[in-house]
């Protein structure tokens, strides 16, 4: 019995050697493990000059593209204009009608659209910054001058300020920047440069040495992702143009690579685009006055037949008829009418006010414009003559006029037309 105890002891001795033996075995012939990467810090943040409400308020529209986009006052008076064209047809009269209502704001509203549109992207800016106070805004890309030991960055255009700097830095530091960047593009860099082998001929080079075409293609990969990639970030506050950290990052997966001393030196003026401020309130133009002028003559009375012609009658063996009573006998409404501007200035339907020229405004010329205006059957103006007044002004006063609109005179129950002066008044106080 004692005897085979022992040998059971044995014999489980002997099968765990040969297990462990034959697991020992087993683990020299398994190909070891890939060498761990050591991990990158990257960052939860994001580069908000990537994002494209950030690209929308660096580079907003110009013209009336950009007063369409910020202001209520553009966008209200489109819609009272498009209202308007609804029931015209014809694509050529709607877009002159269009021109024509357009071409009848005045410069105040411009300015007010102008203002407003200003306000408009100021406050969506400054809500976009509090949005983002955490996140990274790109400052540039860099290029390191050996003769300088420096890191030199320059500004891209989705940068929120125009400047270049420079980071004193030894090529050690920046063998360090290549080195995480190796790190995390690695991956990529490998699919493209084994992509790259295999698509190879089977006679080529590349073929014939595939390690060291897949090492050198590795290489070109490399340097050439990295002006594209590598960029400088800065952390601060757009909204008050402060910048608390420099950062240098990967741009694909916003893994840091270095940071840097934001203290640094600036080579030449910054210039911020993403600008935030106070916008001044719209300069208004004074509209000028349109004042009454002086009664101009009366309209003349139709000719009476006279005593010379009645006598003339007789002496052809016609009796002399008696002459007609003015105030009686029916008359042809005369070519022409001349009224006072007062009375004209009244039956006006639609009346352009003068723009006061700006060069006028700068050297502080002022005063009034004197002109003889014709105004057809129609009420349109036909004809427009300067009696007094400075030239560049007066240009600005019958440009105005020729758009004026008037009821029609009537001359017993004729439209006739009429003659009349008008008088604008340019004054700097207004």
Known sequence: MRFQILNRAALSFFLCAVLSGAAARAQENQTPPAPAIPAVPTSAQKIVSKNSDYLKLLNPPEGDDFLRAYSEGYQKKAAEIEARLADISDEKVRSQTRDDNWAKVTRNEHNQFQYEADVALNAARTSFSQAHRDGWFEVGRGTYDESANAYVVRATPSAPMDMHFQVAMKPATLTQIYEKFHQIASPEIDQKARAYVSQSGANSNCARNADLCYQLKSNEIEQGLRPSRIVVVAQGDLEHRKIDRLLVVDYDTEGILLE?????????????????????????????????????????????????DSAQGAEKGRAAAPAPNPSSAPQAPPARVTVPANVEAASIISQTKPVYPPEARASLIHGDVVLRAIIDKEGKISEVHVLEGDDVLAKSAVEAVRQWRYKPMLSDGVPTEVETTITITFSLAE
Request: charged share 10%; net charge negative; glycine share 2%.
């Open 260 to 308: 840097l001393d934001p203290h640094v030196p600036i080579l030449t003026p910054v210039a911020w685009r993403f600008s935030i401020g106070e916008v001044p309130k719209p300069i208004l133009e004074p509209e000028p006055a349109v004042a009454a002028a002086q009664p101009a003559t009366a309209v003349p009375a139709q000719p009476a037949t006279t005593a010379q």
